[in-house]
Structures are given as structure tokens and as C-alpha cells.
């Protein structure tokens, strides 16, 4: 038993890499008529969830640091999607808002769940399931970094 401690296919971290891999390559396809990359897709959902909040907001809702958004929405801006403006009440903050473009883009969106739903050969009830139990996961990792910075 001592053995299969190390072995790949036991380790928690490595089913949800290559899981997330595989994952994004799904999506793929499905965005292609939106003309968005995965990491593109995730922002427009934060952005559709929350218009018009700072870059920094925007990095921690989706774990991603500024040197990555940047570039990413300064191509979703040049898509005509965002725009990103100095706040007026503290110029050190950009704030990102959705245009009319990037707002009708949602519609087009709609049926992505499914699809990727149907792809799985999955119910809502199962991935509702798993969603949770991703939740609570990154909720303990959460909790191990507010306790201790080495882990940010």
C-alpha cells in the first residue's frame, strides 16, 4: 500500500489538472462561434455576473494575476467587448465594464452549459455535484492561505 501513495493516478492535484486540460479542450469548440478562448469565456462570465469592477477584483474572482489579464483584456477590449477607464475616484484602479457588444455576447452564450452537459454525457444533477465539491475544495485551500502566506 505504502507504493500507491505516489502513484499518478491517485494524486488529488493530478486528476484535477489533467481533468481541467481536458475540460478546457471541450470548450474549445464550443466558443469557437463566440470567438473567445476558455480564459476569455471565464472572464465574460465574471463580467456578466458583475459589470464595471477594478482589474484587481476581477484577478481574484478568477485566481488570475494582473500579467495574465492584462494582455487578455486588452484583446477582449480590442474585440470591442470591454472597455477599461481609470476609476475617477482612484486613478490607481482600472475599471472594466462590459460594452452593448460584450453584453449581447451573453445571449450567444447560453446553451454553452448544455453543450458541454451533453459532451460529458452528464446530468445537471451531476455537475451541480461536482461544482460543490470543487467549491469545498477551494474553500480549504482558501482557508490554508489566509492562515498561512507561504501558500499565496
Known sequence: MPDDILKLDNQICFAIYASSREITKLY???LLDLGLTYTQYVTM????????VTVSALG??????SGTL????KKLEHAGYVTRTR??????NVLVALTEQGK?????ALDIPEKLFCQLNATPEEGALLVEQM???MNKINKLSSKD????
Open 28 to 30: 474549445r469548440p464550443l
Open 45 to 52: 462570465l465574471a463580467l456578466w455576473e458583475q459589470d464595471e
Open 60 to 65: 481574484s474572482k478568477l485566481y488570475l494575476d
Open 70 to 73: 492584462t494582455p487578455l483584456l
Open 87 to 92: 476609476d475617477k475616484n482612484d486613478e490607481r
Open 104 to 108: 449581447s455576447l451573453r445571449e450567444k
Open 135 to 137: 467549491h469545498m475544495l
Open 149 to 152: 502566506p507561504s501558500h499565496q
